[in-house]
């Protein structure tokens, strides 16, 4: 007990000052340490609970082995696999550090804190033999990082997103420090710091922007903290020198220019701006930041709050690919929009900063978990009738398994904040805020969102007045809100933001109580196409509709195992519905005697066989094909509305269900996925397709099997004068020449592939290779069908 209580005073003494100059909250919005909440019983406790015991089954020296092996120190166990010795090598150790931060805060587990002063005193061995202040679990990395030291991008450019990798571990070492009160953390943490400013000491400008073309996660971000945490203004400089120009102009100018490029690789370098322009006050950052969020928020996110197809930003006119694609919104892309949320929230408190979040946090955030095993999905579809893939402990290593275990672990950093000593109530989550320093406690027990109303008692150690505001969100029905204390219905004003203010003179026992009537409502999809989504308050719902063929539900370690790869389902097979207008919303029905937020729209459905699908909310379905998008038509329109689906699948479902293996050449993932090799060749969109060309060549290594029979290579049927050659592994395939006559659109020419080919198990290299003097046809699609 002695030493539990030394602890938790060297804990808030380390914390006190950094916290609150990390997000730059003098005289603003305030945000409560996660030790300062305690989430009660609810699916958000549940969440914490399994992604802890998830957590928990991961091996620290394992994920420390990238790290002692690239410093030349044995590793006391073997890597992990999947991602963690593919060339991401030691990105999920970082991650794991934020985890363990964030579980020891939120949840008090000193298994968490053993765990990661342990990984701590590794890394810090590990900097030490390197001797130059670096750590990292890049493999090859210090060859790599010597050549990029002179400029020479070579080396760089063949490796899997050094620079987001490392990302990870600075991000985690920061939050050792500031979550967790581990001053070896700051030390590594600024030491790797200063290793990077003598990185790109040399770079001139036009080398560093070269260089930030590359996937480099919220390296700015973490300077900007270093900056904050120490006060010396070379990482502030630093930070202002990782901020890629070629995003951060167009956004400054309120230029949306976001279209094609990939989303997640852009959602990290915008916190960055936003934290530069918190700690300097630069207006360009910060216009440029509250843009991207407006754009992305009001233009690219859909009912649940993730924005993204097969990782990209789709257009804003057009969202017919994500409805085409069992590869949706990512997980990770939704675990970024929510740091920036809160950000702009603390610096500028609009409601609808703390609305959106909410949305997110509910709808994506708290559906990625399974909530038995704990794994986290990667892409949530919203194909009709598709599913998601879970994670598991000892095989699945993606991006969005890193950020999994983070966003558990934090769901009482936005319950509560303060201004001065008023206290703000941001999310109706049961909860309990221990605001040390006023001596004061709030408990907040609420069945929201099954029941429609919270309350709030008081402790305190002494009576005072003050204000206390209270979230007023944009989804409540339009009467029915009120607010008593000790059960009298009271007056209240409201805040410029939009918040129920009370003054009172307040003491022990008093309890706030509010009503929160929620309404239903529809949104369609941000293009404004004719598919609804259903909502309560701000809860999307969903309707289970069955479970065959999960191919995959739980991943292995394969390179693919993140993507739902069961067969899609044909779009007029969907379930349609026939309504328009108030209909949508008034043929809703609450299903007698069924758990709360549990509805039927068979008034709506048309087809027979889907009217028993009873809607109810999306984090609660797991396991099983779901529908998240309804396509809708007036009923005097249904067979129109057949044949519109029946269009979209014979642009992408009908190749999809005879692919064994595809690439989308110039996207990032799927390139990496599939070992892409490249030399003298470019990326580029066009149409709203990314194409790969080349003087040189480039090659993607597919899966294959028994059934494959062709080859399907998508062009641009007008592409003139390009003269190539493609291989299927060392074998000739075909000679192409374009020379401009075929059609305006995009064609996918097929390619039979010899018998000798076929019975090849496993993968196959598909090779693209200019002829001599010329150049490769813009590439946009690579099919292995059946």
């Known amino acids: 007990m002695k030493n539990k209580a030394v602890l938790t005073i060297k804990l808030l003494v380390v914390l006190t000052l950094p916290v609150a100059s990390l997000y730059g909250q003098s005289g603003k919005m305030q945000l409560f340490k996660l030790d300062h909440v305690r989430l009660l019983e609810s699916p958000f406790k549940q969440a914490e609970q399994v992604d802890l015991n998830y957590i928990l089954k991961m091996e620290p020296d394992r994920l420390l082995a990238p790290y002692l092996r690239e410093a030349g120190l044995v590793p006391q166990a073997e890597s992990y696999g999947n991602w963690e010795n593919s060339g991401l090598d030691g990105h999920t150790g970082g991650h794991y550090l934020t985890a363990l931060a964030q579980m020891y805060a939120s949840a008090g587990n000193m298994e968490c804190k053993h765990r990661l002063d342990y990984m701590v005193n590794e890394l810090a061995r590990c900097q030490e033999k390197n001797g130059n202040g670096y750590v990292g679990g890049v493999p090859g990395g210090n060859r790599m990082w010597a050549q990029l030291k002179t400029g020479d991008l070579s080396d760089f450019n063949t490796k899997w997103v050094p620079w987001y990798n490392l990302h990870k571990l600075y991000a985690g070492l920061r939050d050792a420090y500031l979550l967790a009160g581990n001053a070896k953390a700051k030390a590594v943490f600024i030491k790797l710091c200063d290793w990077a400013d003598s990185e790109v000491a040399g770079l ?25 945490i120490t006060g010396d203004k070379k990482y502030l400089a630093l930070a202002e020198k990782f901020s890629h120009r070629a995003i951060l102009v167009p956004l400054e100018r309120h230029e949306d220019k976001l279209s094609g490029l990939h989303a997640n690789t852009q959602i990290p370098k915008v916190i960055g701006f936003e934290r530069i322009a918190g700690l300097s006050n630069d207006t360009g950052y910060s216009s440029a930041a509250r843009f991207f969020w407006n754009t992305v928020v009001n233009k690219r996110s859909i009912a649940i709050g993730g924005n993204s197809v097969r990782e990209h930003f789709n257009p804003v006119n057009d969202f017919a690919t994500m409805l085409e694609s069992e590869q949706g919104p990512e997980t990770c892309n939704s675990n970024n929009m929510l740091k920036l949320s809160k950000m702009l929230f603390v610096d500028d408190t609009r409601l609808a900063y703390i609305d959106f979040y909410e949305r997110l946090l509910y709808n994506h955030i708290l559906s990625s978990q399974h909530p038995v095993t704990g794994g986290f999905v990667y892409f949530t579809p919203i194909h009709p009738q598709h599913y998601r893939v879970y994670s598991t402990a000892d095989q699945s290593f993606w991006c969005c398994v890193g950020t999994g275990i983070e966003n558990h672990g934090k769901y009482g950093e936005l319950i509560y904040s303060h201004k001065g000593d008023d206290l703000y109530v941001n999310l109706f989550i049961p909860s309990v805020l221990n605001w040390k320093e006023k001596g004061f406690e709030v408990t907040q027990q609420t069945k929201f969102p099954d029941a429609g109303s919270t309350s709030l008692s008081l402790k305190l150690s002494r009576p005072g007045k003050f204000a206390i505001y209270i979230r007023k969100p944009g989804w409540l029905s339009s009467d029915g809100f009120n607010v008593t204390i000790n059960n009298r219905a009271v007056k209240y004003t409201h805040n410029a933001e939009g918040y129920v203010k009370l003054v009172h003179p307040w003491k022990t026992g008093d309890r706030i109580t509010v009503s929160l009537p929620m309404k239903t409502s529809v949104e369609y999809l941000p293009d404004h196409s004719a598919w609804v ?80 699908l009873k809607l109810i909310p999306f984090y609660k379905v797991h396991d099983s094909r779901y529908m998240l998008y309804w396509p809708v038509a007036k009923p005097d329109s249904i067979q129109q509305r057949e044949q519109e689906l029946a269009l979209l699948d014979e642009r992408y479902i009908k190749l999809a269900a005879r692919s064994v293996d595809a690439v989308a050449p110039g996207e990032q993932q799927p390139e990496n996925d599939h070992g892409m090799i490249a030399e003298k060749s470019e990326t580029g969109i066009f149409r709203n397709l990314h194409w790969r060309s080349a003087t040189g060549f480039f090659s993607y290594r597919l899966r294959t099997n028994a059934d494959v029979k062709v080859l399907g290579i998508t062009y641009y049927g007008r592409e003139n004068g390009r003269e190539f050659d493609i291989y299927l592994d060392d074998l000739k395939l075909a000679h192409v020449s374009l020379n401009g006559t075929g059609p305006d659109t995009f064609v996918t020419k097929e390619y039979a592939i010899p018998e000798s080919l076929k019975t090849n198990a496993g993968a196959i290299t598909v090779k693209f290779v200019a002829a001599d003097g010329n150049k490769t046809a813009a590439i946009y699609g690579v099919r292995l069908m059946r």
């Open 204 to 228: 001139n400008t036009t080398q560093m922007q070269q260089m930030l073309g590359t996937e480099h996660g919220g390296m700015n971000e973490v300077f900007a903290d270093a900056y904050a």
């Open 533 to 612: 989504s259903f909502l309560r308050g701000p809860i999307v719902l969903a309707a289970p509709t069955d479970t065959t063929q999960l191919t995959g539900l739980f991943a292995g370690d394969s390179r693919w195992g993140h993507i739902a790869g069961g067969p899609l389902y044909p779009l007029p097979a969907s379930p349609l519905l026939a309504g328009s207008g108030t209909d949508l919303v008034t043929k809703v029905k609450a299903v007698a005697g069924a758990a709360p937020l549990t509805y039927k729209i068979s008034d709506l459905v048309v087809q027979p066989k889907f009217k028993n």
